[in-house]
């Protein structure tokens, strides 16, 4: 199957600091990747949706200046967490459409744990 | 706008036995794709199964198994002679197919805890 890298897989930084997490498709081109973030014990909750060479599709109540995403090239998407604070502390999960016949099925990232001291 | 509803936060079944999980979504699209995701410890979002809306016969991979009504809007998972590395959070899912369903989102069920028991 198809293979998203997401990296780093934890990080942990200081109060006020900016972040970026890399999300890559390693052997397909993605020209449409999601970032999502979950809390412990819950679902995942879509933040954005990333499309190659344009701005990303924000979902209602994120802030867009907050989490800053980048999908400069059709196998890397980022993310960067700006000024961040302890409540942005969470998992963070990106996800890749395959395109062609499966491009119904969303891959994912093995996902990164950030902690914000 | 679509909703997916698990009734079920947490299952036990014995290693070896059948287990069904339950899914409930609601939408007024007659075509779309549902999924079966398994999220296991080590926190990686695997897919189990998919279904596609216009087929009437229901997914099967290995083990797994879903049991499809359209008209009902359920998609039930069935995992026959469990293991224990089936012990995870199983998500079930919906995405769109308008517009191509490439760049549509998926959303997501509250998951059910799977435990098996050896």
Redesign the interface.
């Known amino acids: 199957g198809a293979v998203v890298s997401q990296h780093p897989s934890w990080v942990i930084c200081k109060s006020g600091t900016s972040v970026k997490i890399e999300c890559r498709s390693l052997d397909f081109q993605a020209t449409t990747m999601f970032w999502y973030r979950q809390f412990p014990k819950q679902s995942l909750m879509l933040m954005a949706t990333s499309n190659e060479g344009s701005k990303a599709t924000y979902e209602q109540g994120v802030e867009k200046d907050k989490f800053l995403i980048n999908h400069a090239s059709l196998t890397l998407s980022t993310l960067t967490v700006t000024s961040a604070h302890p409540e942005d502390s969470s998992f963070y999960i990106c996800s890749a459409t395959v395109p062609g016949l499966a491009k119904n099925i969303q891959y994912f990232g093995a996902g990164t744990r950030l902690s914000v001291l | 706008a679509q909703t997916v509803t698990q009734s079920q936060p947490e299952m036990s079944v014995q290693e070896a036995e059948t287990v069904t999980l339950s899914c409930t979504y609601d939408t007024s699209e007659s075509d779309y ?1 549902l ?1 079966w ?1 398994k999220q296991p410890p ?6 189990v199964i ?1 279904q ?1 809306a216009y087929k009437q016969q229901n997914a099967t991979e290995n083990r797994f198994s879903v049991n499809f009504q359209k008209a009902a809007k359920s998609f039930s998972l069935k995992i026959s002679d469990s293991q224990l590395g089936d012990a995870a959070m199983y ?1 079930c899912a919906y ?1 769109s ?1 308008s517009g ?4 549509n ?2 959303i ?4 059910t ?1 799977l435990a098996v028991q050896p």
């Open positions: 794709y999924f995701y080590s926190r990686q979002m695997i897919l998919r596609e998500f995405r197919a191509g369903g490439a760049t989102k998926l997501f069920g509250t998951g805890l």
